[in-house]
């Protein structure tokens, strides 16, 4: 998702990368990753979440077990105990492993690959404050930025979603499983959308995290027509405003290639890289 070249120079962030990547890891691991999770497993020092649809999700802070720092053997290890776990429950059929670019995990894409886990694509992790995001964007005529909530909306919204991203029929229906389960018996997820004419061009979640000073920004998808017109800058606005609303002082992202740079345009920092690596139940 580019944006307008004329976008003015990043403002200054008064916190340094080091920092945000301190209070990321302090405040956004584990727990707090899978709040729509209907349940959770400790394994050492890995978060093994299940969630509607068979889908498994594993996470921790760091790969250390019982105060010794982490080696080849004991990561590969935990690697198979976890797929263990899943493998014992017939509902789980695919399994994400979340690694991150700054862990100390020797050996983890080894074991993960030889225990039949499959890299995606890196995404980058981009962290500021909210008040960076939060400013005014005109909008191209007839354009509406929005919060939706009733459950037909929710599904067109995430019907584009999946066709910008590719995603096939099954994860669509997962995907849109999860969400509406989430927003059924939590109230901590909204979802935004961006409107052209009655139609729905772009979209995001704003997640705000419980007992943090966080807030993520997910899902964030513009169609490919309609991206370089500031569309994207919008919806991020709005929910960022929504943040500064919900408490929040900082913001984040999983980014990709498209929405990093805007981001990085607004004063964010890089902060590390994420890769989930992905096991499918034969």
Known sequence: MTDTPETPAAPTPT????????????????????PSAVRTDRLGPLVLATFVGGRGFITYRNLDSAGAPATEDSVAQLVEEALAHYQSMPEITRVEWKSRGHDHAP??????????????????????????LAVDVELPDAMVVRQVTEEAEVRRMMAMQAEVFGD???EEAEMVEQILHRLRTRDDMEMWVAEHDGEI??????????????????GGATRPEYRGRGIYRALTSARARSAIAHGKRYINSD??????????RSGFLKVSTTTPYEWRRP
Request: aromatic share 6%; hydrophobic share 40%.
């Open 15 to 34: 916190a340094d990368a080091a920092t945000l990547l301190r209070a990321y890891d302090e405040q956004l691991r584990e727990e707090a990753e899978v």
């Open 107 to 132: 050996g983890l894409h080894e074991a993960l690959v030889t225990h039949g886990f499959t890299p995606d694509e890196s995404e980058s992790v981009m962290i500021g404050e909210a008040h960076l």
């Open 168 to 170: 096939s029929a099954e």
């Open 201 to 218: 061009v772009s979209a995001g979640r704003l997640e705000p995290v419980a007992g943090t000073e966080f807030a993520g920004i997910w």
């Open 255 to 264: 980014s990709t290639e498209f929405s990093r740079p805007i981001l990085e």
